[in-house]
């Protein structure tokens, strides 16, 4: 006012139209609801907007939760960046990959199949396990063929050569060394 800053109610972003000490009606910071003109509540945890008459009341929730029949948030199960109830993920966290409705650890790279304890139990091709853990596979000869290469090397009359003389993790295999 006046040309003066004021503050806003705590946890408030505007109160241009109320004033200071104040907050404008939809103006709380998301979480929080007007419940009394000078005052922003925290709703229940979980909960981004919730009705000004009950906080308990969860009108949408953030993502992690969703919504139960008693309007309330609930986490996600481990693993979901988002769901629909406590059985079904809609949306998966880094290092988790959506199964039908679940959300399953992800098997590092090159392991196509993995355990719960992400031990390698088969490989992508041009990889083969190894002790638990997939590892490059170049022992095709001219006796046994090779279909598919590592990264590294490329696939060139059924043998895997390397891709020594370029770096790339795939080349031309007439350019390989």
Known sequence: MN???ERCARNCFKCDNTGPDFCDVGMCVTGYVRVRPD??????L???NCLSTNIA???SCSP????SSATLCILCPTGCATCSSNSTCTSCQLGFTLSGSTCDRAC?????TCDASLNCL?????????????VSDVSCTTTTSCSECPLGYALNTNVCVHCS???CLRCNPASAS
Do not use: D, E, M
């Open 165 to 167: 003389s370029t770096g």
């Open 39 to 44: 005052s922003c509540t925290q709703c229940l």
């Open 108 to 112: 590092p790279f090159p392991c196509a």
């Open 64 to 67: 992690g939760t969703y919504a």
């Open 3 to 5: 040309g003066i800053c």
């Open 46 to 48: 979980g909960c981004t």
């Open 122 to 134: 088969t490989c992508f091709g041009g990889y083969s396990v190894n002790s638990s853990k997939c």
């Open 57 to 59: 009341t969860c009108l």
